[in-house]
């Protein structure tokens, strides 16, 4: 059965610095097939994914916003 993401276990996160180990925490959490972290300014594609975690970090690394897609 593939992976399916689920953002609502990780709503404690918001606002913590996402390094290395946070984010395999948040994939395992979420269910997550594949995580991708989100930068100011960065260039991304618009595909949704529902096996994806993005995690959208602001400029000094803090998680704003976890989303599936």
């Known amino acids: 059965m593939p992976a399916t993401c689920k953002v609502e276990p990780l709503a404690g996160l918001i606002g913590g610095v996402v390094d290395a180990g946070s ?18 300014g960065q260039m991304v594609t618009q595909d949704y994914r ?20």
């Open 23 to 40: 984010i395999e925490g948040a994939r395992r959490r979420s269910g997550a097939a594949t995580v991708r972290v989100v930068r100011p």
């Open 50 to 69: 529902e096996d994806r975690l993005n995690l959208t970090v602001d400029g000094s690394g803090r998680l704003v916003k976890a989303a599936c897609g």
